[in-house]
């Protein structure tokens, strides 16, 4: 492996991706490996239009990254053995990238991570009609691509049951979070949260129909809050997630999630439905069949935080931080065998 072009995610505030720049450079340098970032100046830093990115930035953004990346072909600077990894390969780009990999002849290899497609029914681009040309997209760019990186069980099933795909090229590696957000002398109140994005497919409906429950059996006591509606920075949602004792999903669509191992991180009791990637990454005292049940497991949590807390939180967190901080080591171990 000789260089690796590096080709993050536009850094969004509301999003993991400046994360995600920093952790890749600290796990590229701790490997002492020689790599290239290529990050063009953002079109904007917020989600103004559209659900997990901005719909015009992000195309901008992607197109500046083939444009800088394109130069670097022109120029030579791309070489036989050399690694092109997008930390996101849902990216139009990949069409490019194949065709100046082949009409040069150089012997670069492709990979990336995938996190969602309109192979899922619940995914944003599916809802805006996007399978009709998406479906033979994503194939065409799977027999681009030479490895695709995902981060659950769950999620290669899902795309090999949907989609044409060579399944060794499909690697569950998990995806990294590291728990460095978390802030000393953060006191726990009596608040549950709704971590997600205010989506379909989040069902934050079945939140408030919690809170109303909440509010007739514990009165003011305990206070539900949907963190998007009071919390306006990145940081301000940590800090609430230091804050809440119980975080609560409804989704239909996770491919791995991350508001809920953000939960985890800061304390809080995470209550999934035993579906999706949370299947295989929760232990089963923090996942629920029905609403009924889990409703019946949130008054559990309220009674039992301590316990909770002391003897079956710790070994949740060791799962979840086990997965995310060997997620790019995994990585590197799979580009290195290409």
């Excluded at 039992?304 to 171990?333: E, S």
Aim: with cysteine; proline share 4%.
């Amino acid at each position: 492996m000789k260089k690796i072009w590096n080709l993050p995610i536009e850094p969004l505030e509301q999003r993991y991706s400046e994360d995600w720049i920093r952790w890749f450079y600290k796990e590229f340098y701790g490997r002492n490996l020689n790599f290239e970032t290529i990050l063009p100046q953002p079109l904007t830093y917020r989600i103004e239009r559209g659900s997990f990115l901005d719909i015009a930035g992000t195309n901008y953004f992607k197109a500046m990254q083939i444009a800088e990346l394109s130069e670097r072909f022109y120029k030579n600077e791309v070489k036989d053995g050399d690694i092109i990894f997008l930390h996101d390969v849902w990216n139009p780009g990949l069409s490019s990238i194949a065709y100046m990999r082949d009409g040069l002849g150089i012997d670069v290899k492709i990979v990336g991570c995938i996190f969602a497609g309109t192979y899922d029914p619940y995914d944003f681009l599916t809802q805006k009609g996007m399978g009709y040309w998406g479906k033979h997209l994503e194939e065409s760019w799977f027999r681009i691509l030479d490895q695709i990186y995902c981060a659950t069980e769950f999620h290669k099933r899902l795309i090999m049951q949907t989609r044409d795909i060579d399944p060794k090229k499909l690697i569950v590696t998990g995806h990294p979070i590291y728990p460095d957000f978390v802030k000393e002398g953060i006191e726990k109140e009596k608040i549950i949260v709704f971590p997600h994005r205010l989506d379909k497919e989040k069902n934050p409906h079945y939140f408030n129909t919690m809170i109303a429950d909440i509010e007739q059996e514990y009165k003011n006591e305990w206070v539900c809050i949907v963190t998007k509606e009071v919390c306006k920075t990145k940081r301000a949602y940590y800090d609430m997630l230091q804050k809440a004792m119980i975080s609560v999903s409804f989704a239909d669509q996770e491919t791995f999630g991350f508001a809920m191992i953000e939960s985890v991180f800061a304390d809080c009791l995470p209550l999934v439905p035993d579906r999706l990637s949370y299947e295989e990454m929760y232990y089963m005292q923090f996942k629920y069949g029905t609403l009924r049940e889990c409703m019946d497991r949130v008054l559990e949590m309220i009674n039992n935080y301590d316990w909770y807390k002391n003897n079956v939180l710790p070994f949740q967190k060791k799962r979840l931080l086990d997965i995310g901080t060997k997620a790019i080591p995994n990585m590197i171990d799979c580009m290195e065998k290409l």
